[in-house]
């Protein structure tokens, strides 16, 4: 049991968090209560009290959400995630996964190699899916993290509703310190609205069946959007004038963008929707980029641009490898199409 102290000590601390992330305590979308969450869920309002009952605060998990990776800047962002290790583990998962992969493809509309690179850096490719209690991280994030608990709560709410679906313990499921299940790292939200029966077994499993992964995360992808065959990110030259182009966010085009002077080595459609970004180099230069809106898809996935160019260069090296392999076996490698 906490302490007055300790109660004291943690709100303190959270408020700091709160300012930290620059937001004032009225800017704060409040936390909904159990009787809306129930509403908002399908839960029994029972049920969520229950579950409330059985979490444990974890100060540790709101340290964490503190200083997220995505804090870095991108080339010390860019070694956690580009590596030898990461890129040839990768390789050998799309080898052995081969068929699935290209029926997800076929099936869904995602290339093989972006499902390996959204696996391979959420839990290296199955291996590291979690040890956090998955009720305790949502129920300290939903309920004594401010910045955060109007999404939480409801993150929480949907896992006991897939809990139940699922007949799973609550306290026995483990995942990220944000609550991300499986090898995709799905939220509970997208588990239930995005996890899918790809082998056809009757069962939906993220954790240990690798093809219902695969399937699960082509799935994902899908239905937000992703369109099959175009491309994803290219490097960009921008003079000085042009750089606030990217202060426009997704409201950008190929017209606007060429007419301040930008140059891409591919040539973009003028009425494409299309996104400048910028990211720091270790020499202390920039790399410009614009992303297409595959990028934007990627970024459902995680809102962050460092990810989404983690996402998108480690599956540009995974393509290049698997490409390698097979010609090494004698295998003769058709041109594979991308449109701009």
């Known amino acids: 049991m906490m302490t007055t102290k300790h109660r004291l000590s943690l709100r303190t601390f959270l408020g700091a968090a709160v300012l930290s992330l620059g937001l004032s305590a009225a800017s704060v979308p409040a936390a909904p209560s159990l009787s809306e969450l129930a509403a908002y869920s399908g839960v029994s309002e029972q049920m969520l009290r229950d579950a409330v009952a059985a979490s444990t605060l974890q100060p540790t998990i709101i340290k964490t959400m503190t200083r997220p990776y995505e804090s870095k800047p991108w080339w010390q962002y860019r070694k956690l995630f580009i590596t030898t290790s990461r890129i040839d583990a990768g390789v050998q998962f799309y080898l052995q996964h081969e068929a699935t992969l290209q029926r997800a493809e076929r099936d869904l509309g995602v290339p093989p190699e972006i499902i390996c690179a959204i696996i391979g850096v959420e839990t290296f490719y199955g291996r590291?899916?979690?040890?956090?209690?998955?009720?305790?991280?949502l129920y300290t994030l939903g309920f004594n993290y401010p910045p955060r608990e109007s999404y939480f709560s409801k993150e929480f709410a949907n896992f006991v509703k897939l809990a139940q679906r699922e007949n799973w313990v609550l306290t026995s499921v483990k995942g990220s310190y944000a609550g991300a299940l499986g090898m995709g790292q799905f939220m509970p939200s997208s588990y239930l609205d995005y996890a899918i029966d790809f082998d056809g077994d009757g069962k939906v499993n993220l954790f240990t069946d690798i093809e219902d992964a695969i399937g699960s995360v082509a799935n994902y992808f899908k239905g937000h959007g992703w369109q099959s065959g175009h491309g994803i990110y290219y490097p960009a030259l921008v003079p000085d004038q042009a750089a606030a182009l990217k202060d426009k966010e997704w409201n950008l085009n190929g017209r606007e963008l060429y007419g301040a002077g930008v140059?891409?080595?591919?040539?973009?459609?003028?009425?494409?929707?299309?996104?400048?970004?910028?990211?720091?180099?270790?020499?202390?230069?920039?790399s410009w980029g614009v992303g297409l809106e595959n990028f934007h898809v990627i970024m459902r996935y995680n809102k962050s641009p460092l990810y989404a160019r983690a996402v998108y260069e480690l599956s540009e090296f995974i393509r290049i490898g698997y490409l390698q392999q097979l010609k090494a076996q004698g295998h003769v490698i058709a041109p594979k199409g991308r449109i701009p």
């Open 128 to 137: 590291n899916m979690g040890t956090w209690s998955v009720l305790d991280a």
């Open 263 to 286: 140059s891409t080595k591919v040539n973009l459609h003028p009425d494409e929707k299309m996104r400048l970004f910028v990211y720091d180099l270790e020499d202390g230069s920039q």
